[in-house]
């Protein structure tokens, strides 16, 4: 089993900052990539920030410049720092981290149980 716990998440005035955590544990061998997804009340789940093993980072429109993801590859965790918060970044942020098995090309993803981040203006 994999598990990924979240931390960090609660409630912040505009132009505040929160910190958001993840840890990976269990039966993985390895993560090709991780990162956060989060989902407004009454809108469909977005993808906020990921991080690749190699490659690019990839940010949401809506939170480059503000957002900034960071990963530590050996101890499978994900970090999520938000500044300059605005109420429509508030939603459950989820946690993921995905790996693909070749030759088959076979992707697996593991989510955490999501955590609250509320923004007022």
């Known amino acids: 089993q994999v598990q990924l716990v979240e931390s960090g998440g609660g409630l912040v005035q505009a132009g505040g900052s929160l910190r958001l955590s993840c840890a990976a544990s269990?039966?993985?061998?390895?993560?090709?990539?991780m990162g956060w997804y989060r989902q407004a009340p009454g809108k469909q789940r977005e993808l906020a920030a990921a991080?690749?093993?190699?490659?690019?980072?990839n940010y949401a429109d809506s939170v480059k410049g503000r957002f900034t993801i960071s990963r530590d590859v050996a101890k499978k965790t994900v970090v999520l720092q938000m500044n300059s918060l605005k109420p429509e970044d508030t939603g459950v942020y989820y946690c993921y981290a995905g790996r693909t098995e070749w030759p088959m090309g076979s992707r697996y993803e593991y989510w955490g149980q999501g955590t609250q981040v509320t923004v007022s203006s």
């Open positions: 269990g039966s993985i061998s390895s993560i090709d990539d």
């Open positions: 991080i690749p093993s190699g490659g690019r980072i």
